[in-house]
């Protein structure tokens, strides 16, 4: 029987090609949703894995949303990646205030600077509302096809689940530094902003902009794409041999044209496995 660092490496290839695109694309992309709560180092000894923690009320469809992430080739392999994890414990849960929503955060490092904390709160009804095309132009184009019954609500729940899993994927690759550094400055930024007449090019803004690797706004988009880009990441997978598959390419690629050009490139690296570059439009 493999070791759990061998199982590890070997599954390490398939399942982060979200974070080889963020090496390669984060030199031309804007630098680095969930900065409510501070980062904290965490004890000497950590375990690894996933842990579910599932009231049996939601037991039912979470298995569902489960199964559906599971179905994918990427959603296995990084659902592995996580249970075998040498260090880092991912916490699922079902909760929340945002019923329809999710959320990531309750980040820890160790002392040598590497995530080994993090919880996903997914709401009790993840598998009903879409979000606004603005910042979700993924999970947004599911809509429609939801509404002709071409897809159902645990597809939407899976690529939710997915977004999520992409934000503890970048988040990983965030030092703890940096992280607590944009915590502690968002509250100050805000401040001056709301009380300067929302002139961005205040010198004091530009500085705390500097420092943090961008404003509120910049960074709070940027976390959001990356946990979109992994959410298509996702639907390639799922919806690869489906007949509508260039339909719903299309949407996502008017979105993302209309309200994330900056970020283009990296959901136009996704279109291109598998080659949907060449059948559905994307340059």
């Known amino acids: 029987m493999r070791s759990t660092r061998t199982l590890f490496t070997s599954l390490l290839p398939a399942a982060v090609v979200l974070i ?3 090496i390669v694309t984060a030199q031309r992309l804007a630098p680095a949703r969930n900065f409510v709560r501070g980062a904290s180092v965490a ?22 949303w ?15 990646m996580y ?16 019923m329809q929503g999710a959320g990531t955060g309750k980040y820890k490092w160790n002392d040598a600077g590497e995530l080994v904390s993090a919880t996903i709160m997914l709401g009790e ?64 930024y805000n401040k001056i902003f709301l009380s300067n007449g929302y002139n961005v090019n205040d010198p004091r803004l530009v500085d705390i902009a500097q420092k943090m690797g961008g404003n509120p706004v ?13 959410a298509m990441l996702f639907l ?3 919806i690869a041999r489906e007949k509508f598959h260039c339909r719903l390419f299309g949407k996502i690629k008017r979105a993302v044209e209309e309200y994330a050009k900056d970020y283009e490139a990296r959901f136009a690296e996704i279109a291109k496995e598998q080659g949907a570059i060449y059948t559905c439009g994307w340059r």
């Open 218 to 230: 910049q960074i709070w988009e940027d976390r959001e794409y990356w946990g979109e880009a992994n």
């Open 83 to 98: 249970a075998h994890h040498p260090r880092l414990q991912l916490t699922i849960t079902i909760g929340g205030k945002s």
């Open 20 to 22: 080889s695109m963020q």
């Open 236 to 238: 390639r997978d799922r």
């Open 125 to 188: 009804r993840i598998d009903e509302g879409y979000p606004s095309a603005v910042y979700y132009p993924v999970m947004n184009a599911l809509e429609p096809f939801e509404s002709r019954q071409l897809i159902g609500g645990s597809v939407l729940a899976a690529t939710k689940i997915a977004h999520e899993f992409g934000h503890v994927m970048k988040i990983s690759t965030t030092s703890r530094t940096l992280y607590n550094l944009q915590v502690q400055l968002f509250p100050i």
């Open 43 to 64: 004890p000497a000894a950590e375990v690894g894995g996933i842990k579910e923690v599932i009231a049996e009320k939601y037991a039912r469809r979470y298995e569902e």
């Open 66 to 80: 489960k199964a559906e992430f599971l179905s994918t080739d990427i959603g296995k392999a990084q659902w592995d």
